[in-house]
Every structure is written in structure tokens, then in C-alpha cells.
């Protein structure tokens, strides 16, 4: 086979991938603006009739605004929102995937290739090129190392790490020769962040394709299950020793748990959070806008949640594999799988004997089975009673609103807007001392939860750090002091909590 032809036939792989179903599509544009819209962390599932819902009204906002949609038949109106989720994306295309969750509801989350798509899209529709200085240092940075690691000479590889050593001794002795870091220049940090923020958003692709892998890994190994022939009480022993570590089954699986492992560090999480919030604080990067300051901020979340997620589908694959394996008959599902071997065999016989819309032999009606009539259930005539009459209470008391909401969950946009009014104009601020100021209504002890949700919004770590002391005031007037993790907002800080209170309301 030639080289062209060899390349034409890699290609169709790739050209069969949902990826680029999504982006060939007649509709493209209009369902990449779905999909972005509604999946602005596209680490995180949305429940199903929730996202039914959000679709069927952006629906018809697009509809209003004569955008081009596919419709139902010959219907003017477009497709409603479930019959797109279900139908197209789901079903048809594989862009959503539909997860149970432990309440016994569901919920979709887009896939590998959905998310692959979104990213293509948006990297074509920017205008800022990433070949920069800090991208050209890292690259260098990762040939260097891979070299080191791979280089057999064992004389060559010790010069290469001495040097290493003395360009760290090197850099040591400038920081501490000059009292710290030299100021970098503003473009220099400007194109060194945009290198950070384009890694990160490769990670949510990254690992919903972990958890595709995690899936695929496990439905395979029920598979093998089922196919061998051994007698079951020799091979359910080694199926259940192998579901114990599905994610070692192949070299892309080793290599994800080994990315899986480091990410998975307390320690690292919370150093990277902290150095993403030194990064949002530079003074070169000052005049960035609160809300792309918050980017920089929350941008390792979706790492953190996607971490997460990977985990929970590890567990829940090998429970699942472990259940199958030790709860179904194996001799009836061979047997079922051998006279579904048989049909197909059947009809593959039938669909080459007969000539192009020949009828069917096969009877498309299931015959009734002839039972005389079967009792369900024994007649009880205390089903039959009505049941007694209503009692008339003119003395129960009517519901207060004032004291329904006095009882209620956190007001944290009114909390929040009471301590943005409070904020001083220069210098740090202690969310801790504004809080005891407020207002005694404002002070109830489910307001603290409220406040510690805002903070972890504001890319605030409120897991580590020192507490402080919140006075509360309880359902019944009394006062109680409560400790919590202490809340300190400097000047980049206090714009963030500012652009949250407006953007809330």
C-alpha cells in the first residue's frame, strides 16, 4: 500500500469520530452554542430535565432569531429539547453520555469528543497566537527532561544533572544576590499565563476520556467473562482479581493512573491553588477585569472536580464488575448468547438467499400464549371502604411567612451586599469583623455556610488557614460565637467580591 492511500485510510478514523461529526455538522454553529452555553464547566453533569429544559428555551430563542435548526419532519417548529438530547446527541451522535446518579435521578455530561470539539472551536476563534517565550522554555524544558530520562550513557547523564544543579545554584545565588525576582515585563507574564490557561482547558477532554476508558475498560472485561469457556467456579476468581485494577488493563490506562496519582496530592491541589491566586495578584496582570482575574483564580477547579469524577467511576466500574461477576448465571447467559448466535446466523442465511424486498419469513407478531385467566390479587373488602369522613379544624395556625424565611437557608446576596457596603477602600479587609457588625437579622448561623461558598467562589482555599471568630445570633435571639476559617480580602480580592455581588444581584 502506498503512502497516500495508507494515509487516506488513518484519516478515516479520525474523520468517523463524533469530534468531527459535531463540527461538519449541518447545524454545527447553533449546537456548539447549545452545548458552551449550558456546559460552562464541562467537568460537571447537568440533571436531564433540567438540561431538557434549558435546551427546549434556547430553542426558541435561536428559533426567534432565525437561526437554521433541524426541525421535526415537515413541522415549522424545531426539535424539542428532549428529542435533541436523547435523539441526536446522545443516541446518534454520542456527544452527551447519560450517568445515573446514587438519588435515582440522571444526568448527561458530555463526552470526550464534545468537549474536543468545543475546545478546536475556541482555539480557532482566537486571535492570540501561543508560540511565546514561556511556551518555547517549557517545550525546551520537556525535550530536556524526556532526554535525561531515556540517555543510557551513565557518564553523560550525570554531567547533564550536574549542570542542571549549577543552573539552579546560579539562579539561587541571582535571587538571593538581588533581594528576589527581578520585575518581569508585562508581556512576558501576559504570554506565560495564556501557555497555563490553554494546558489547563485540555484537561476537562483529557479526563472525561479517563472515565470513557474506565467504562470501556470494564464493559470489555465482562465480555471476556462471558465468552469463556472455562467452567465457572475455575474463572471467576481471576475475573474478580483483574476487575480489582481495571484501569492496568492497558499502556493508556497505566499512563492515566500515573497522571491520576500525582494529581490526586492534598498538598500539590493546594499548592496550585495558591500559586494560580499569586499569578491572578501580579501587578502586571492589574489591569485584567475582576471576572478574568476569577478565571485565573477558579482555573484549577475543573481539574480538581475532574480528579474527582475519575475516581468515582473507578470505584463505581469495579463494584459494577465485581456485582456482574459474582451475581449473574453464567450458564444462562451462554446459553442466551448461543441462540443469539444461531438467530444472527439465521439471518444472515435468509438475507443472502433472498433478492432485495422479498418479504420476510420471519412472523413480526409475538403469538399469544394460551392461559386461562390468572388471579393477581385476593379480594379485600377493606379496599372497598371509604375512607372516613374529613375532620373540620378551624384552630390550626396559618403559616407565617416572615418566620418560614427568618428559618430558612442562608441569604448570602443580602450578606454579601451588606459587607461590600462595609468594605474598606484601601487595604485588607477581615470578612469576620464586617460580618459581626452587621445587622442582627444578617448574623443567623446558617450564614456562615453561605459565606464559606462564597469564598471557595472567589478561589479561596477555606480549607487551610487560620479561623477567626463569627458572633451569630440564633433562631431564638441568642447570641452564639461560632469559629471558622478566617476570611481576608486584599485589594484584588474585594474587586472579585464586589463583581460577584453585582453579577448576583
Known amino acids: 500500500m502506498s503512502e497516500l492511500l495508507s494515509t487516506y485510510d488513518q484519516l478515516g478514523i479520525s474523520f468517523e469520530k463524533s469530534t468531527l461529526q459535531l463540527l461538519r455538522s449541518q447545524w454545527s454553529q447553533a449546537y456548539l452554542a447549545l452545548l458552551i452555553t449550558t456546559f460552562p464547566d464541562r467537568s ?24 437554521e435548526l433541524p426541525r421535526q419532519g415537515d413541522a415549522e417548529r424545531p426539535l424539542n429539547g428532549r428529542d435533541l438530547c436523547v435523539q441526536q446527541w446522545m443516541r446518534k451522535n454520542r456527544w452527551l453520555a447519560l450517568h445515573p446518579l446514587e438519588t435515582g435521578e440522571t444526568e448527561y455530561r458530555l463526552t470526550s469528543d464534545a468537549i474536543e470539539a468545543m475546545e478546536v472551536v475556541e482555539r480557532l476563534g482566537s486571535t492570540e497566537a501561543l508560540l511565546s517565550s514561556p511556551r518555547v522554555e517549557m517545550i525546551i524544558k520537556a525535550i530536556e527532561s524526556t532526554a535525561l530520562m531515556v540517555n543510557p550513557d551513565y557518564e553523560e547523564g550525570l554531567a547533564q544533572r550536574k549542570a542542571q544543579l549549577a543552573r539552579a545554584q546560579k539562579e539561587l545565588d541571582e535571587y538571593i544576590e538581588n533581594g528576589g525576582a527581578g520585575e518581569a515585563s508585562a508581556t512576558t507574564v501576559r504570554a506565560s499565563v495564556a501557555n497555563v490557561m490553554d494546558l489547563l482547558r485540555q484537561v476537562p477532554s483529557d479526563m472525561r476520556r479517563i472515565e470513557e476508558l474506565l467504562i470501556d475498560q470494564g464493559n470489555r472485561l465482562l465480555e471476556d467473562f462471558r465468552d469463556d469457556e472455562r467452567p465457572p467456579g475455575e474463572i471467576v476468581g481471576d475475573y474478580l482479581e483483574q476487575s480489582k ?47 478574568e482575574k476569577l478565571e485565573i483564580r477558579r482555573a484549577w477547579n475543573p481539574v480538581r472536580s475532574g480528579v474527582e469524577s475519575v475516581l468515582k467511576q473507578r470505584r463505581k466500574s469495579s463494584h459494577t464488575i465485581r456485582s456482574s461477576l459474582t451475581q449473574h448465571d ?40 394460551e392461559t386461562e385467566s390468572v388471579t393477581r390479587a385476593l379480594y379485600d373488602p377493606e379496599g372497598h371502604r371509604p375512607p372516613p369522613p374529613l375532620v373540620e379544624n378551624d384552630t390550626g395556625e396559618t403559616a407565617n411567612l416572615h418566620e418560614l424565611i427568618r428559618k430558612g437557608g442562608p441569604k448570602t446576596r443580602a450578606v454579601a ?39 471557595t467562589d472567589l478561589g479561596i482555599n477555606v480549607e487551610t488557614g487560620e479561623n477567626a471568630a463569627y458572633r451569630t445570633v440564633t433562631l431564638d435571639g441568642r447570641g452564639s460565637a461560632w469559629t471558622a476559617p478566617r476570611i481576608v480580602l486584599d485589594d484584588h480580592l ?11 444581584g
Open 417 to 455: 451586599k451588606a459587607i461590600a457596603d462595609s468594605l474598606p477602600t484601601t487595604g485588607e479587609a477581615n470578612v469576620a469583623e464586617l460580618f459581626n457588625e452587621l445587622d442582627s437579622a444578617l448574623r443567623r448561623e446558617v450564614e456562615i455556610c453561605g459565606l464559606m461558598q462564597l469564598a
Open 44 to 67: 460537571k453533569g447537568i440533571r436531564a430535565e433540567l438540561l431538557h429544559a434549558r435546551i427546549e428555551s434556547y430553542l426558541e430563542e435561536l428559533d426567534q432569531a432565525g437561526v
Open 245 to 291: 485494577n481495571v484501569f492496568e488493563a492497558t499502556e493508556s490506562g497505566r499512563v492515566y493512573s500515573g497522571a491520576l496519582e500525582a494529581l490526586s496530592s492534598v498538598e500539590l491541589n493546594g499548592a496550585l491553588s495558591d500559586n494560580l491566586k499569586i499569578i491572578a495578584n501580579a501587578p502586571a496582570l492589574e489591569d485584567l477585569s475582576p471576572e
Open 494 to 504: 474585594k474587586s472579585a467580591f464586589q463583581a460577584w455581588r453585582e453579577h448576583h
Open 330 to 369: 453464567i450458564v444462562k447467559d451462554r446459553e442466551l448468547a448461543r441462540e443469539l448466535r444461531s438467530l444472527e446466523k439465521l439471518a444472515w442465511e435468509w438475507a443472502r438467499a433472498y433478492k432485495r424486498g422479498q418479504r420476510s419469513p420471519f412472523s413480526l407478531e409475538i403469538g399469544k400464549a
